[in-house]
């Protein structure tokens, strides 16, 4: 709208110009005004505190106006530039002064008209009176429908932001709902059954050395007691394994994942057990680089490269995609790569991701079996001595 209206004022401006020299109307008075006038009216646009400080744009806007009041009174067709100047006054002005600025600006056409041959007529008046207002109408219709814009802006971003924090929230309720019943089940199962282990303990343990076939039998309930709850515990660690890892193995997962994303598996070396978390987060990496690749980087190939080997596991996805530079800053809301390398320290590992605009993408994964070895052990377990007889009850290591 700017641009439109600057340069509706310097074309008038121009074709006014040039139309009094070609009829010798305007002499060396008027053209010196009007240069005077196109140059103060383009120092408004380039003068940064004509733009933004409110005494400085006053000023200025009334220069342009005694200078095109001196221009048209003496030339009276420059009176077309009025025009532009309703809009530049509505737009700098506020409501209670831009309305008599305009009504003053209008009488300024009348009396310019009144000097023309002919004397004021009806419709030398009419004529500014009915562009007064058409500009009048033009600039507040634009107003109001540029505040309806805005408050329909709002009310979009007020609705995304509720959105947004319904879906934290909701996230949060089954947060702790998981937790409390996790909590609940902890407390019924597992918890009562260290108690029974400790009261079956001491117990054995006051029966020593007076009556050892009662601590032999206490032992045994200590026994039985352990195993039951190492099969609740087995229990909640199947229930948070991924519905990937519920009933194939981590070298069937991740064959299924390439497959659904038409990526080629290999498998290297001779597979053997991982803790739940490695495998967890090896399925999760995979979902990640392919979910990228094929959402991102339209990659023609891509391929998934799982190796066992004697002192670490390796997880590699290439794709031949458009790539991307690694360096630099992520778009706000991505969060992938970040969450990939946090998972993966938090076990002990490394991941390296190599890619560059147009050379595709490289995700390298490796797990050093010391630090799988590590993880392991991070949950010790309490071997019970078994009574001869009692093998069932040893039976769950």
């Known amino acids: 709208m700017n641009l439109a209206l600057h340069g509706l004022f310097f074309t008038l401006l121009g074709v006014l110009g040039a139309r009094g020299l070609l009829g010798h109307d305007l002499g060396p008075g008027g053209l010196a005004t009007a240069g005077v006038l196109a140059a103060v009216y383009a120092s408004g646009g380039v003068a940064e505190q004509v733009r933004s400080t409110r005494p400085w744009a006053a000023l200025w806007f009334g220069s342009v106006v005694l200078l095109w009041i001196g221009l048209t009174l003496q030339h009276p067709e420059f009176c077309y530039l009025a025009f532009p100047l309703y809009f530049v006054c509505l737009h700098l002005l506020p409501v209670r002064w831009a309305l008599p600025a305009v009504a003053g600006l209008t009488g300024v056409v009348i009396a310019a008209q009144a000097s023309t041959p002919g004397g004021l007529t009806t419709a030398k008046v009419l004529g500014p009176l009915a562009g007064a207002a058409v500009a009048l109408l033009t600039a507040y219709g634009y107003a109001a429908l540029y505040r309806e814009g805005r408050q329909r802006q709002q009310l979009i971003d007020d609705l995304v932001r509720t959105r947004d924090q319904l879906a934290a929230t909701q996230r949060e309720a089954g947060r702790l709902a998981e ?94 057990p991982l803790p739940v978390e490695a495998e967890v987060a090896l399925l999760r990496l995979t979902q990640e680089a392919l979910a990228n690749a094929v959402r991102h980087a339209r990659a023609r190939r891509i391929a998934v490269t799982l190796a066992y080997l004697d002192d670490e596991v390796t997880l590699d996805v290439f794709d031949d995609g458009v790539g991307f530079d690694p360096a630099a800053v992520p778009s706000p809301g991505s969060f992938g790569l970040h969450g990939m390398h946090e998972r993966i320290a938090a076990l002990g590992g490394h991941l390296t991701v190599e890619s560059a605009p147009g050379e595709g993408t490289a995700v390298a994964v490796a797990l050093p079996l010391r630090a799988i070895e590590a993880m392991g052990e991070a949950v010790p377990v309490v071997e019970v001595p078994v009574v001869a007889g009692q093998a069932g009850a040893g039976g769950a290591r």
Do not use: K, M, W
């Open 179 to 272: 937790r409390q019943r996790l909590a609940r089940e902890i407390h019924d199962t597992l918890a009562q059954g260290l108690s029974s282990i400790v009261l079956l303990a001491r117990s054995a343990e006051s029966a020593l050395p007076g009556d050892p076939a009662t601590a032999a039998e206490r032992i045994r309930e200590v026994g039985q007691t352990a195993s039951v709850n190492l099969a609740e515990a087995r229990r909640f660690v199947h229930a948070l394994t991924p519905p990937a890892l519920d009933d194939a193995t981590l070298t069937e997962a991740l064959r299924r994942l390439a497959g659904g994303a038409e990526a080629d598996f290999h498998l290297d070396g001779e597979p053997y």
